[in-house]
C-alpha cells in the first residue's frame, strides 16, 4: 500500500431543481461579478441557461456570458475567457455544462489568477499559484471533472491536446441534478458511463500497492454503473438510474477510487487521446473500442488484478486457470460495451487508420509520456503500435 | 433517492511518517499560534506530543498546549480551552489524539469564533457562524470525527451528552499515520472496529430512499473492516490491515455511506449513548452489546434491508425465506462480535441495570430525541425499555 492524500473539497449539491440554489452557492464563495461559461447550444435550447441568468438577475449578482466550450476545448477560447474576466473584473466562474466546459472554466481560472500565459501549466513549465474560483452546474455525466482537479486543453496549433491537474482548480461547488441529463442522446450517455468506469478501471489495473478498502469501493461502482447503464439504454428518463451514473461520475475520478495504489495505469486513456486527436470519435467510445485489445496485451502482466476484476467485477465463474477467469472477464466486459452499443474496436468505432497514422498515433502518444507508460504493463512506442493495429 | 449535499473539504494525508508534515500544513491554512488539545497520557508517553512541539519550534510556529480530553469530552474543559484561546490570541488548533480530542477541539473552536456560550449548540438553542480552523493528527480509528461535522460533548452538571453538527467544524487537514494506532489496546481495536461500521450500518438500516451506489460502497466498506478486524486481532502491528480501519473510519462517517437516503437509522448509537451515560463503558462495546437486540427487534419492518445486508454483507446463504435470510445475516454478525471479543449482551459487557435503571434510560432516551427515533422501525420509549430488557 502506498501512502496517499485525498483532498475533495468541493461542496455537491445533489437532486431535483438544485440549479435553483446556484445564486446563494456563489455569494457563499464569495463571487460578485461571475463569467458563466458554457458549451454549444444544448443549454440555450434546454432552457437552463436562460433559468440560469435569471436566478442571478434576481439575486443581483453581474455576469457575462461565454459560450463555445467544445469537447477537447481550445485554447483560443481559454485566452478570450481570461481577456473576458480582466476586462470585466469577474470574481468567479460558473460552468454550465459538461467536462468541455469546466475544463475550460478552469483552465481560464488558472489565466486570471496568475501571470503569464496559461498554456505553461499544461505544457509542464510551471504550477499554478491559484485559480479563480469555480462553481459547476452539471449537464452530462463522464469526466468527472466538477470534483476533480484535472482539466484537458487542446491548442489548436498543431492540434496539441494537454491536462494539468491541481488542487486550486477544483469546482467550490458542483450542482448535480440528474434531470438535466436527461436529454443527452443514447449514445452520448452510454459514452459517459464509459468513460466514468474507465476512470476507476485505469485505477484498478495497477501493479503498485493496491488497498482493499479501495478495490471494494471500485467493484461497487463498477457494478452499479454497468446495471444503470444498461437501464438507461432502455429507459433514458429513469431517474433513479441517471442519478446511480451522475454520483458515480464524480466518484470515479475524485480520487477516491485509487487511495492506496500506484496512480494506476492510464494507457487506455494516453491510447485514446491520441486516436480522438487524429478523428472525430467520441471520447468514451474511442476507449471502448481499444480497451479489450489492450487487456488482451497486458493482462498476464497484471493476472492477480484481472482475475479479482473477473471474479468481482464482471461475475466470472471462478473455474479453470486464473488466465481463463481473467480472459473470460475481458470478454464480459465488450459484451457489456456491445450491450450498450459501443464499439469493442477501432472498425465498430468506424476508424481504419493507414500504416503512417498508425505510427503517427504511436508515436505521437509515447512522445507525450516519454518513452512509456502504464502500470498493469510498461507499454513503449512498439507495444503501442502493436495494440492501435490490434484494435482494428 | 433523496436529494444529498456532499461535503468534505478535509484534506487526508495519509500513510508513515506524515506526522511530520504537519508545520507545513498548519501554514498553508494559515496558522499562526497554535493550541495543540491532546486527551490523555498515550500521546505523551508515546513521544508524539514531543515529535510535534519539536517540529513546530523548529518551524517557528507558536503554539500553547491543552491536555486532558477524556472520552465524552467535558465542557468545562471546552471553556478552559476557549479562555486559553483567547488570552493567547491562538488562531488555529491542533488535535492531537482520537474522537475526544478532536470533538473537545471543535467545541473550542466553536466558543472561539462565535460569542456567548458555546453550549447553546450543543443544547440545539442557536447556530455557530464559524469556527476556528482546525486540523488534526489521528491516533485512533473508530469516531471518524477527523473528516466530520460532528462532535460530542458532555455537560458534567447533570452528565447531559449532546452532539453538534456544523461543516463549520470540519477539520482542514487530517494526518493519518496508521503506525499511531498500533499501541492500542487490543480490546480499543476492537471497539473501534465496531464502531467504525456501527457508523456505517446506521445509515445502511433505512427504510428511506436508498440508492444503490451508496449500498455497494457501504457493502464493501463493511466486508473490508470485518476482514481486517479480524487481522488486527492476531496481529496488532499489521501495517497494512491498520491503514484499511483507519481509511474505512473516515469514509464510514463523513457522509459517503449515506448519500440519497433519509439520514438512516441510529436509534442503536442513541440507545448506547444513554448506557454509556449510566456505566463505564466503551462505546464501540456498547453498540455490539445493544446492536443484535435492536435488529432482532426492528427486522421485520425493514426485511429486504436486512436480507440485502445478510447475502451482501455477511454473506449468508439465499436459502430460505426472507426472514430466517434475514436473522442468520443478525447472527453471523453476532458471531463476528464474538470472534474479536465484543460483547453481544449487557451481561456480557459487564452491567446488570435494576429496574429503575432500565426505565431511567429508556426514559432518557426517549426525551433525548423527542418521544420517537428510528428509520428501520419507529421506536417509543416502551420499545426502547423493551430492547434494554432484551439485550441483558
Not at 97 to 126: C, E, L, T
Request: glycine letters at 12%; proline letters at 3%.
Amino acid at each position: 500500500m502506498f501512502d496517499f492524500k485525498y483532498f475533495t473539497p468541493t461542496k455537491v449539491i445533489f437532486g431535483k431543481d438544485t440549479e435553483k440554489q446556484v445564486a446563494d452557492l456563489i455569494k457563499e464563495f464569495g463571487g460578485t461579478k461571475v463569467l458563466i461559461h458554457y458549451g454549444g447550444g444544448s443549454v440555450v435550447r434546454s432552457g437552463l441557461l436562460k433559468k440560469v441568468t435569471d436566478i442571478l438577475e434576481e439575486a443581483g449578482i453581474n455576469f457575462v456570458t461565454l459560450g463555445g466550450a467544445v469537447p477537447n476545448p481550445h485554447l483560443s477560447l481559454v485566452y478570450e475567457g481570461i481577456e473576458l474576466c480582466k476586462r470585466e473584473g469577474v470574481d468567479f466562474i460558473l460552468a454550465v455544462g459538461g467536462g468541455s466546459a469546466i475544463d475550460s472554466a478552469k483552465a481560464i481560472g488558472y489565466g486570471v489568477a496568475n501571470d503569464g500565459d496559461v498554456w505553461d501549466f499544461y505544457d509542464y513549465k510551471r504550477q499554478a499559484t491559484g485559480c479563480l474560483p469555480l462553481g459547476v452546474i452539471l449537464t452530462m455525466s463522464a469526466t468527472g471533472s466538477e470534483m476533480s482537479s484535472s482539466s484537458v486543453i487542446t491548442k489548436e496549433e498543431g492540434l496539441v491536446k494537454r491536462g494539468y491537474s491541481s488542487d486550486f482548480g477544483r469546482p467550490k461547488f458542483a450542482i448535480m441534478n440528474p434531470v438535466l441529463t436527461m436529454t443527452l442522446p443514447d449514445y452520448q450517455t452510454a459514452c459517459g458511463c464509459t468513460d466514468i468506469m474507465m476512470h476507476t478501471m485505469e485505477r484498478y489495473f495497477s501493479n503498485g500497492g493496491n488497498m482493499e478498502l479501495t478495490d471494494a469501493l471500485a467493484e461497487g461502482l463498477l457494478r452499479t454503473v454497468m446495471k444503470n447503464a444498461v437501464i438507461l439504454r432502455d429507459e433514458p428518463e429513469n431517474y433513479d438510474a441517471r442519478a446511480e451514473v451522475m454520483w458515480a461520475g464524480s466518484l470515479s475520478h475524485n480520487g477516491l477510487t485509487g487511495c492506496g495504489n500506484d496512480g494506476g495505469d492510464w494507457a487506455t486513456h494516453k491510447l485514446e487521446h491520441e486516436l480522438g486527436g487524429l478523428y472525430d470519435v467520441a471520447h468514451g467510445a474511442g476507449l471502448a473500442a481499444l480497451w479489450g485489445t489492450w487487456a488482451r496485451y497486458v493482462y498476464k502482466d497484471c493476472l492477480p488484478r484481472f482475475k479479482k476484476f473477473a471474479l468481482n467485477v464482471m461475475g466470472v465463474e471462478a473455474v479453470g486457470t486464473d488466465e481463463e477467469i481473467a480472459v473470460r472477464g475481458i470478454e464480459a466486459m465488450e459484451d457489456f460495451y456491445r450491450s450498450i452499443n459501443m464499439p469493442t474496436n477501432l472498425r465498430e468505432l468506424g476508424v481504419d487508420p493507414t500504416e503512417e497514422e498508425y505510427a503517427d498515433m504511436a508515436h505521437k502518444c509515447a512522445a507525450g509520456v516519454g518513452g512509456k507508460m502504464g502500470s498493469a504493463k510498461v507499454l513503449y512506442e512498439e507495444d503501442m503500435l502493436a495494440i492501435y493495429k490490434q484494435s482494428l
